[in-house]
């Protein structure tokens, strides 16, 4: 259990570091082969879950829908930016139905603070399922407006947690993750690495993918499920220009067309050597 509670508190940290506006970020497109995600297509046994992208006249990306082939599941995400082109907030909307149950719907809520220079300050996460949880994650950047770290409170009605991450970079790549939990001052590390082709999810805001409609009892930050597939605020990599061929937990083997954009993405348990996949991601692309 120790174990799973760490890798979930490391993906809610890792929220804010595919939140930053950084200049260099290409979203939503890839520029210089204007081209942008239309579909992404999960895989994971028989099941699959397709997102669909969404995009307004000024290219941003406006909607997401997620959903399952047995329409067990609906997920519809909505972006709201302010006259100065800065997302203020991201609101998705879960629909569940699993037989013999009946249907369920949780609202997800990610609200964006700014200070000067554009920076992101704080990202606040809210839900409709859980009245007391509040969850607050503040970034830290470096002189050249890259960000380095972040801290991390979060509250559920009755169990506080605390915790701070460092961030170390190689080449535009996060390469190591460095955690530290408060106030007993243990420290977990993560390390990362990465093939040479354009990562498609590089700057994209994107959230979780999670079934799970309420908060794991144990702790609010266990929303932000980790490793991340598909899922973009649950997803460190979305801060990298390269792809990841290994986060510590999978090793990542891609296909890729004449442009260096991956098609498909197969995880594998790191470390294993029987190779057992444990998913494969479809990306296709549109023109723009």
Do not use: W
């Not at 508190?9 to 890792?14: A, N, W």
């Not at 804010?16 to 999960?42: M, Q, Y």
């Not at 895989?43 to 997620?66: A, M, P």
């Not at 959230?207 to 609010?220: C, E, K, R, W």
């Amino acid at each position: 259990m120790k174990t799973y509670s760490i890798r979930l508190i490391m993906s809610s940290l890792l929220l804010i570091s595919l939140l930053v506006a950084c200049s260099d970020h290409r979203f939503p497109g890839l520029a210089p082969n204007r081209l942008r995600l239309k579909t992404l297509t999960e895989v994971i046994g028989s099941n699959q879950l397709i997102s669909e992208f969404i995009y307004d006249g000024q290219g941003r990306l406006s909607n997401i829908k997620t959903y399952r082939k047995d329409t067990a599941r609906l997920e519809y995400t909505s972006y709201v930016y302010d006259n100065q082109n800065k997302l203020t907030q991201l609101q998705r909307t879960i629909q569940t139905h699993l037989t013999p149950d009946p249907p369920r719907t949780k609202t997800d809520s990610y609200t964006f603070s700014y200070g000067t220079g554009n920076q992101i300050t704080e990202i606040r996460y809210t839900n409709n399922a859980v009245d007391s949880l509040n969850f607050i994650c503040k970034p830290t950047y470096n002189t050249a407006n890259q960000i380095v770290g972040n801290s991390v409170e979060s509250f559920n009605g009755y169990q506080f947690n605390q915790f701070t991450t460092q961030f170390t970079y190689t080449n535009k790549n996060l390469t190591t993750a460095r955690i530290t939990f408060l106030p007993t001052g243990q420290v977990s590390e993560f390390n990362f690495t990465y093939d040479t082709k354009v990562n498609p999810f590089y700057g994209i805001i994107m959230p979780i993918a999670t079934l799970n409609l309420d908060p794991v009892t144990i702790s609010p930050v266990s929303v932000f499920v980790y490793p991340a597939k598909n899922d973009g605020i649950a997803n460190l990599m979305s801060l990298n220009q390269n792809n990841p061929t290994s986060d510590g937990y999978y090793d990542f083997v891609y296909t890729y067309n004449n442009l260096g954009l991956p098609t498909s993405r197969t995880a594998f348990r790191a470390g294993f050597p029987d190779r057992i996949v444990m998913g494969t991601l479809n990306f296709e692309y549109e023109s723009y």
